[in-house]
Structures are given as C-alpha cells and as structure tokens.
C-alpha cells in the first residue's frame, strides 16, 4: 500500500468563527520599527514572517507536520535568519533571540529553552517570540507555530509600572467596597508593554490577541504564576478599540459619553492591568472551594466566569483614586471604556468561548438587575453612578458565589440565570434584553469588523472593510 494511502487523514482546524454569523476584518498599518538597526533587522524580520507562514501552512490542528522534511529546511532557514538578526541587535535582545533560534534548530530542546526564558523574565528592547503558540483554546489546544516581533514602549511601560505600585492602595479600596476584608493577591504577573512590528503564522489569524500569557502560551502551563509573564501589545490594543470597540459602542450604547471621546492611551493600560491581576485575586481560606467549581460546573463555565470576575475587580481597581491619581483618568472615562469593552468581547458570540460569554454574563447581570437599561432594539442606556454600582453588586456576587463560595448550589444558581443558556438552539438568540443587542450587534452592525490585520507595505492601499460570511 502507499505511504500517503496509508496515513491517517489530517485532523483540520475548524472555524473559530459561528459558521451562522458575519464577520469582517478591517485592516491596520503597522509603522513601528525595530528599536535599532531598522535598515538591516527589518528585511530580516519579513524573512522570517514568510518562513513562519509556511511553517504553519503545514500543520495540521494537532500541531503535526504534513511534510517534515519540508519543514525541517524551513526552520533551519528561520533558525539561521534569527541568528543574523541576533548579531545586529542589542545585548538583551539578541540573547532572547539566539536562545529562540536555537529551539527551532532543535540545538536546544524547545520546551527547556521556553521555561529558561520564563525564568529569565526579560523585557528586551526588541522581543521575539518565534516556535508554537496556542493562541485561543476553543480553536485548538494544541501550540501552532507563529511568529511575532514586537519594539519595547517606554512609555506604556513606565505607566504600567507606575500602576503596579499603586497595587496596595487599590487592592485596600477593593477590600473596603465589596467588604471582602480576606480578599488578597496571590501574586503580580510581570507585563511586558510592547508595540508589534509584524506577526505570522498562528499568531497572525483572526481574530487577533492583543496580549499572550508566557510560557502558558507557548504549551508550559505547570509554572507558578509568579514566574509567568504577560506579553502586552499595546499598538495592537489601541487599533481594536479604534476599529472595533469605539464604532460598536457608537451604535449601541446611550451614556454621558462617547468611547471616540475617551483618552484610550489613558484609560487601556489600567483597564488591562486590573483584567489581569483580577485573574489572581482570591479569599483566604476558600481557594479550595472555588477550584472546585472547575468540576461542578464544567471547564468552559468555569473559565468564563474566571473572566468575569477579572473584568469586575479589574474595573473597581481602574476607578479606585490610588489607579486614577496615577492614569489620570476619570471615573466616568472608566466606565465609558468598560461597557464599551463589553460589547467587543461579546460580538465574538458568547455560546462559544469564556470571553465572550463573560460580556453576556456581566451585561446580562447589569440589565436584569436595573442598573443599566436595554431597549427593544438592544441599545443599552446607562449612566455612571449606576454602572459603577452594577458593578460593585456584580463583583460582590461573584465573590460569595463563585471566588469564596460557601455551597456549590449558588454558583449554579448564578450561571443558569445570568449566562448564555447551555440548552439554546445553535444560531437562536436568548430573548433575555442582553440577547437584544446581541442581535442588534449581528443584524445592525454587520459592518463593523470583528477582527482586524496588519499591512506594512507603505505604497499600497489597505483593502476596503468588507463584512463576509466565514
């Protein structure tokens, strides 16, 4: 028999995307530079794109090779090209990435090389993260190769660190509001603030992450938190809210201000730093309870509302006056750039992923519990005070039912009358008023895209926003 007649079909990824719903894509022009030698290093980085590209082309959704000699000529070739780049950078930058080529190489072994980079916890001026990366778990769990280099941003590093040592203040305010005295961090994840200079591969496919966990990402996920570190896009970030957060929330939200009006660069550094350090909060003496939720309610329920609680004592820390002397936002910028948030992460369909399903939960908990209001055509009607209350109620709930739980009863109880219902038909729209807008978002606003890519090429135009079925 065949070689080829004899193989297992390959397992092929399925679509992330509803096959039911629209989406479309709107593009974005990376100008960002490697920080030193542009000239030379840049070409270099374009080399190994297009190598990842192919790199990834022949995989299957488990991560095998469909052609492993092919493949070997590819990595060695990106190998080889990393460790040109290497010679032309810094001293930081080029012990990173000489350490990456020599895991592609296979000179190293990969997963050895990705915890001594974890270990390392650097923050080069030019990061580079090139081998698999699993970029969302409901399309696959297994890493893909991908590719991303990515130019350290002073800036939005120093207003993160500045959050940072704002941490104590604010977790105090958070004790006080929710009256949770035994709320505490269990440690502070380590953010690196970067602008992306190009990506390929699995990193490069829709729709696109702003920000990657390392080494959890890269397939370790068995390290203690406090030797994991974030990989913060933050040109990444502000382009979505541009393109995608801000044009939502114009067509569904009627508030005391526009998001277009709100000061992103001074209000998305703490909106995603409380979103991640909301991962690691817990009360003392019930960790063991809530880990045992992950059982009770399933793993997809489980992270979903691992989320949520992010998202809520994320937004009370953004609008505490220890963050706010820092971002120098206000509170009603706060709120603005949250609910606006909210409609973006639950475009992506909440029947399908922790994300997006989070956005339902907390919008379905703000609607019915009166803090916010949701019209017949699904546009939502809030105002300041009452989502800042909504949201302390929510982050109080979660706290008794899901972070210190006393029964398994109430983390029940809140997922079957707040979350996207579990028995829905596929392609069916919950007629709670969180529903409306959902359907608005899909039938009204089909043509705000849901994902957006990235050209460099300065002399040809971007494509039009065009919204396709998938």
């Known amino acids: ?86 010679e032309l950078v810094d001293d930081d930058s080029a012990a990173l990435i000489g350490k990456r080529a020599d895991a592609l190489a296979s000179r190293a072994d990969a997963e050895a090389i990705t915890r001594q980079i974890a270990e390392e916890g650097s923050a ?40 940072d040592r704002a941490l104590d203040g604010a977790m105090a305010e958070l004790r006080d509001v929710l009256e949770a005295p035994k709320l505490y961090s269990k440690c502070a994840m380590a953010m690196h603030a970067t602008d992306m200079i190009v990506s390929a591969g699995e990193a490069a496919a829709h729709p696109k992450h702003f920000a990657y966990f390392l080494p959890q990402d890269e397939g370790v996920d068995d390290l203690p938190l406090e030797r994991q570190r974030t990989l913060y896009l933050h040109n990444v970030h502000l382009a979505r809210f541009e393109k995608i957060t801000a044009p939502l929330a ?138 800042y209350r909504g949201m302390v109620a929510l982050a109080r709930a979660l706290t008794r039912s899901i972070v210190a739980p006393t029964e398994e009863r109430e983390a029940i109880l809140f997922v079957d009358r707040y979350a996207w219902p579990a028995d829905l038909p596929a392609g069916e729209t919950p007629s709670a008023p969180a529903g409306e807008t959902l359907r608005a978002m899909r039938e009204e606003l089909a043509n705000v895209p849901t994902s957006i890519a990235f050209y460099r090429t300065s002399d040809v135009a971007a494509p039009e926003s065009i919204a396709v079925a998938v």
């Not at 100008?31 to 030698?37: K, R, S, T, V, Y």
């Not at 080069?124 to 699993?134: A, D, I, K, N």
């Open 1 to 86: 028999m065949p070689q080829l007649a004899s193989r297992k079909p390959p397992q092929l990824l399925p679509p992330f995307w509803p096959l039911e719903d629209q989406h479309g894509v709107d593009h974005v022009q990376l100008e960002g530079l490697p920080p030193a030698n542009a000239e030379r290093t840049m070409p270099l980085l374009m080399d190994i794109a297009a190598l990842s590209e192919a790199l990834r082309s022949l995989q299957t959704a488990d991560g095998t090779s469909v052609f492993e000699q092919g493949a070997a000529v590819l990595s060695a070739e990106a190998a080889d090209a990393l460790s040109e780049l290497a």
């Open 124 to 163: 080069p001026p030019l990061e580079v993260v090139c081998g698999p990366l699993c970029t969302w778990r409901a399309k696959t769990r297994s890493p893909l190769h991908s590719f991303i280099a990515a130019s350290h941003n002073e800036q939005a590093q120093g207003r993160l660190d500045a959050i």
């Open 250 to 387: 114009e067509g569904l939200l009627n508030g005391p201000m526009r998001a277009a009006e709100v000061p992103i660069e001074a209000t998305l550094a703490p909106w995603i730093r409380g979103h991640d350090h909301g991962h690691n909060l817990a009360v003392k003496g019930t960790e063991a309870a809530h880990d045992g939720l992950c059982e009770t309610l399933g793993k997809e329920p489980f992270y979903m509302l691992g989320e949520a609680f992010a998202n809520a004592y994320g937004f009370l820390m953004t609008v505490s006056r220890a963050w706010r002397g820092i971002s120098g936002a206000t509170r009603l910028e706060m709120c603005t750039t949250h609910i606006a948030e909210l409609l973006h992460y639950m475009r992506r369909g909440p029947q399908h992923h922790s994300d997006p399903g989070s956005a339902y939960l907390e919008l379905s908990f703000l609607s019915s519990e009166g803090f916010v209001e949701i019209d017949g055509s699904g546009r939502v009607h809030w105002d300041e005070d009452g989502l």
